[in-house]
C-alpha cells in the first residue's frame, strides 16, 4: 500500500485538477506516481516540466529511456523500470537493447559509455572525475549531451526516490529487477 495517498483528480483544486488533466491527455491514463506527487503541486510542475524540457533535448528518447532503466534497477523501483521499459520499446529500443540497459550494457559504444556514465554518477553520488567525462567525450558526446545525460539522471533519481520511499503500486506491466539496492 502507498505511503502517500494518491490525489483523486475529481476531487482536487482547480490547479491540481488542470496539471493531472495534462498528464492524462499526454498518456490516455493518469499513471499513479503523477497523482501520488500530486500531493505538492510544485513537485509535479517540476517533475512535469523537467520530463517535457528533456523531452525536447538533444539526447534521443531511446537513450533517454535506456538511462531511466540503468537508473531504475540501480535503484530498485520497479515502477520506473516498468514505465520506461514501455517507453522505451515505444521509442524503438528491442527487448534485448531495454534488457541490456538495465544491466547499464550497450551494443553500441556510445550508448555504453553513457550507461556507463549514468551509473557512476549514481553510485559514486556525483562524484566523477576528469576522465569519467573525457570518456563522453571520446564516445561522441558534446558539452550539451553530457549535461542532458546528467539531467536524466536527476530526473531519474528524483521519481525512482518519489515511487520506492512512497510505495506507489506499479500501474504498467511490471519488470524484474535485475538486483534489490
Known amino acids: 500500500m502507498s505511503r502517500i495517498p494518491q490525489v483523486n483528480p475529481a476531487a482536487t483544486t482547480p ?23 500530486a500531493q505538492s503541486p510544485a513537485a509535479l510542475k517540476m517533475m512535469w516540466g523537467a520530463f517535457g524540457a528533456l523531452g525536447g533535448g538533444v539526447i534521443p528518447p531511446k537513450l533517454g529511456e535506456q538511462i531511466a532503466v540503468a537508473v531504475a534497477d540501480r535503484n530498485a523501483c520497479e515502477y520506473c523500470l516498468a514505465v520506461h521499459t514501455a517507453l522505451g520499446r515505444k521509442a524503438g529500443a528491442s527487448s534485448a537493447e531495454m534488457a541490456a540497459a538495465q544491466a547499464g550494457e550497450s551494443d553500441d559504444p556510445k550508448t555504453n559509455a ?6 557512476k554518477l549514481v553510485e559514486a553520488r ?14 561522441g558526446f558534446d558539452d550539451e549531451q553530457i549535461v542532458e545525460i546528467l539531467a536524466h539522471v536527476a530526473l531519474n533519481l528524483f521519481t525512482n526516490y518519489v515511487n520506492v520511499a512512497f510505495a506507489v503500486p506499479v500501474d504498467f506491466p511490471a519488470m524484474p529487477l535485475r538486483r534489490r539496492a
Open 15 to 37: 490547479e491540481r485538477q488542470a496539471l493531472l488533466a495534462t498528464i492524462h491527455q499526454a498518456f490516455g491514463a493518469t499513471p499513479a506516481m503523477f497523482k501520488t506527487v
Open 114 to 119: 553513457a550507461l556507463r556514465f549514468a551509473l
Open 126 to 139: 556525483g562524484q566523477v572525475d576528469d576522465a569519467d567525462v573525457q570518456a563522453l567525450r571520446s564516445a
